[in-house]
């Protein structure tokens, strides 16, 4: 049928072309005839927020999200909570924006001018006269794919969205009353007593028989689950990988020695005198030209006599540090000196004297005393070094040719990795016991979360085939295949019964911890002076907890001391049972000026952001805000 389908397609076209252009004469183009319809997630001030809206912000955000953590885990940018969270966000933009517009809030061009020059980015394109670098600047925000009216335009949008919020939070205000409240309160100190009723303590008296263990076996059976696992093949290629495939002729290695013989060798060094006048850079003109007269005296007095350079600096060049010694600066290589100094060196031959120098310092009169060239190691003590540079460099250039030829191949040979292993002269690997997420001691390929998501995926479970060409570092990519997989499985009980009978007994003994405690915490409270085991009395607070567990610290500090001493339990799970005897308030220690005024700033920020969640929330109610997903 297919075949007859082919033989006569320019037919069927035709038939196909004649059935469907009338429908479309009498029933006409829906808007959704080519798009699906798609579910409205959100509403707000009457206008809705679609599925495919919220996919597409979403899908911007995690593409940001990845670009600026290349190695965050897909998951957690995928989750429920972080497309709720995209969601939300959307919400609140709309809820800004329609605010701004109603308040007709709208930014100026003159504040919007400002904004954009304090963006570093942009003032960085500043040209010395203070204009703008027009091309520059359309480049800039050319590559976040806008125009500079279009990237504006949204500079503009977002200072008036600001200004919704900016104005309750910055407006907002404490009275010294407040302050002084929440911070006696938030820095509290208590003395507490502490008796810790631990669960190891209790174990002796757990009864454990083989019935009660399979109970608890079968009540938590999702505690033993194996997850799946499975035997990997991978081929991992990189640099060092290509620069082994590389092979250098004797010819590319003799060429190489020659053009960074002189680099490979080291610098060539020379040692030089000179007699300085001084004159600042920044010295009357006049100054200038009366030193560099006299340094050009100076300069026909040692040409007539070049043996007596020696004598003319020690009598003449102001110089401190040379002067005593003949103007000799020793040996140096080039970067040593400042550059018309520099120059003037490595331009002399040995014995010469230079004509006057200016520098930053003055005027020189420079004599080259002598010339240290490096000895030039041959070709062959070079030849491993020479070996080694070269291939890198290759290795660096070829990469991407060979990237693209290993990416073709895993794809194309889908079935087997054997085949690019063979032509790239890649080693296939092999790991056992992978599971999707990465194991704390994995390296390489298998550290990372992409490439195992990729492992792991229906396609390269069910067809056995390659996973494609992923980038897993730097000059580096992997791909690799199922050879073997196992389900996650419940572990039989035979096999876990000791893990089985370590968790029962744990369990039980912090219920007999939890339940002494209690019966300790009531036998105390009512009767004080029998309480026993108690720790020594220490001193609390929420920055000061004394090693103590976040729930002893907090519990103490929640209690009530209308009556004191005060007896609270705290129940701390796995970790047993606590009692807490509260035995009086220590009044906080009084803070320095200093610290008082950053507390006062930090008070005003939370009560700012209090305030600003508070008008965000009416606004939600003003504009109608209605969210259709359920929170996960």
């Known amino acids: 049928m297919f075949e007859s389908i082919r033989k006569h397609s320019k037919f069927v076209m035709i038939l196909l072309f004649l059935l469907i252009i009338p429908s479309f004469i009498f ?9 699906e319809s798609s579910p409205v ?3 707000v001030d009457g206008h809705d927020i679609k599925q495919s809206d919220w996919d597409n912000a979403h899908k911007m955000e995690a593409d940001r999200m990845r670009a600026q953590s290349p190695n965050v885990d897909p998951k957690l940018l995928d989750s429920p909570q972080a497309r709720y969270g995209t969601l939300e966000r959307m919400v609140r933009d709309r809820v800004l924006a329609a605010a701004a517009q109603k308040m007709h809030l709208a930014t100026s061009d003159a504040r919007l001018s400002r904004t954009l020059q304090e963006i570093p980015a942009i003032a960085a394109l500043k040209r010395p006269d203070g204009t703008l670098d027009a091309e520059a600047y359309k480049a800039l925000v050319g590559a976040q794919g806008l125009t500079p009216a279009g990237f504006e335009a949204n500079v503009r949008r977002d200072l008036s969205v600001a200004q919704v919020l900016g104005g309750v939070v910055q407006s907002a205000f404490s009275t010294e009353a407040q302050f002084k409240q929440t911070m006696d309160a938030l820095y509290q100190r208590r003395e507490i007593q502490v008796a810790r009723f631990n669960p190891a303590d209790y174990a002796a008296k757990v009864a454990v028989s083989d019935a009660d263990l399979e109970a608890y076996y079968k009540a938590h059976s999702a505690d033993f689950q194996q997850p799946e696992q499975a035997t990997v093949e991978y081929l991992v290629l990189d640099i060092d990988a290509v620069r082994a495939g590389i092979t250098l002729s004797e010819d590319d290695l003799r060429t190489y020695y020659k053009e960074n013989l002189a680099r490979l060798s080291g610098k060539e060094e020379r040692r030089a005198s000179h007699i300085l006048i001084n004159a600042a850079k920044d010295a009357p003109a006049a100054d200038r030209e009366k030193a560099k007269a006299r340094a ?4 026909e007095q040692v040409r007539k006599n070049p043996a007596s350079f020696a004598d003319a600096a020690k009598k003449s060049s102001q110089d401190a540090g040379s002067a005593s010694s003949g103007g000799d600066l020793g040996f140096f290589g080039r970067g040593a000196m400042v550059k018309p100094f520099e120059d003037a060196v490595f331009a002399l031959k040995k014995g010469d004297i230079s004509d006057v120098v200016e520098s930053d310092f003055g005027f020189h009169i420079i004599q080259l005393t002598d010339i240290k060239t490096p000895r030039q190691p041959s070709f062959e003590e070079l030849r491993p070094k020479l070996e080694a540079e070269l291939k890198q460099q290759q290795a660096q250039r070829k990469f991407a040719e060979v990237a693209e030829a290993f990416a073709n191949g895993v794809y194309e040979q889908a079935d087997s990795l054997q085949p690019t292993a063979d032509k790239l002269k890649l080693k296939i690997q092999t790991a056992q016991h992978v599971t999707r997420t990465p194991a704390p001691d994995a390296k390489g390929p298998l550290a990372n979360a992409r490439f ?5 995926s229906s396609d390269s479970l ?25 389900p996650a499985r419940t572990l039989p009980y035979e ?5 089985v009978r370590t968790l029962y007994v744990a369990e039980k003994s912090a219920e007999l911890a ?14 004080p002076a029998a309480a026993a085991g108690l720790s020594a009395a220490q001193t609390v607070a929420r920055d000061l907890p004394l090693n103590q567990p976040r729930a002893v610290v907090d519990a103490a500090l929640h209690t009530s001391v209308d009556g004191l001493p005060a007896w609270t339990g705290v129940d701390l799970g796995a970790q047993g049972y606590a009692v ?3 035995n009086r308030v220590v009044p906080r220690e009084a803070a320095d000026a200093q610290a008082v005024a950053a507390q006062q700033q930090q008070f005003q920020q939370w009560l700012g952001t209090a305030e600003g969640m508070a008008y965000y929330e009416m606004l939600k109610e003003r504009f109608k805000v209605q969210i259709k997903v359920t929170r996960p």
Do not use: P
């Open 452 to 456: 195992l998501e990729s492992l792991f």
């Open 514 to 527: 939890r339940a002494d405690g209690q019966a300790k915490l009531n036998a105390w409270k009512a009767s």
């Open 580 to 582: 807490v005897k509260v």
């Open 296 to 299: 050009q005296e100076l300069l």
């Open 462 to 486: 069910e067809n056995k085939r390659n996973t494609e060409a992923i980038e897993v570092g730097t000059s580096m990519m992997a791909s690799g295949r199922i050879a073997q997989y196992a």
């Open 27 to 35: 029933v006409g183009i829906d808007r959704n005839y080519f798009t």
């Open 495 to 499: 096999e876990v019964r000791a893990r």
């Open 41 to 43: 997630v959100a509403r």
